[in-house]
C-alpha cells in the first residue's frame, strides 16, 4: 500500500481504502452534477435573452465567452475552496471515529460573516455516522438583523461541514 496512513500508528491506510474513494468518488459526482446543471441554466437564461433581444452572433460569442471567464474567475476559487473544507471535514470525521469518539459538534465560526444556517447548527451534537441535517430538512436561523431565515437541504445529507459554499465550519470530537 503506497499512501500516507492516518497518524502512522492505526495502520489505516486513506489513500488506498475503496471505501474512502467511493465517498470522494460520490460527493465528486454530486459536485459535478450540480455545477453542470447551474452551467445549463446560465448559458439557458443567456440563450433566451440573446434570442428575445436579437443580438448578433458576434455578442452572444462574447457574451458566453463572458460568462465562461466569470467561471474561471470566481467559480474555481469558490469550488477548491468548499470542495477542500469538505475533505478536511470528512477527514476528521474519520479519524474522530478511528479514534474512538461516538459524536462530533459542528462549530461555526462567530463572526459577522457567518450565515444564520451555520449559526443554527452551531454545537449541535450527532453520532457519527449520523447528519447533522437531511436532504428535505429546513435548517431556520436568524440573519444579522435578527429576521427569520430558512434553508431547505437539497444537494445531500449534511454529515459535515460545508453547509454551502465558502462555509467556513469544523468539526470537533465529543468526549
Known sequence: MGG????GVLGIDFVESPEI???????????????TQATREDIAALLQRAQR????????RDEIRALFNRYIDERADLIAITEATWGINIGAALAFELAGYLRMRWL?????RTCPFCRALNGRVVEIGKPFASIGDKIIGRDASGRRRM?????????????HPRCRCVLVPVD
Request: no cysteine.
Open 21 to 35: 474513494h467511493e465517498i470522494v468518488r460520490r460527493n465528486a459526482q454530486l459536485v459535478a452534477d450540480a455545477i
Open 151 to 163: 434553508m431547505e437541504v437539497g444537494l445531500r445529507h449534511v454529515f459535515t461541514p460545508p453547509l
Open 4 to 7: 500516507r496512513t492516518a497518524g
Open 108 to 112: 461555526a465560526v462567530g463572526d459577522d
Open 53 to 60: 433581444e436579437g443580438w448578433p452572433i458576434t455578442r452572444l
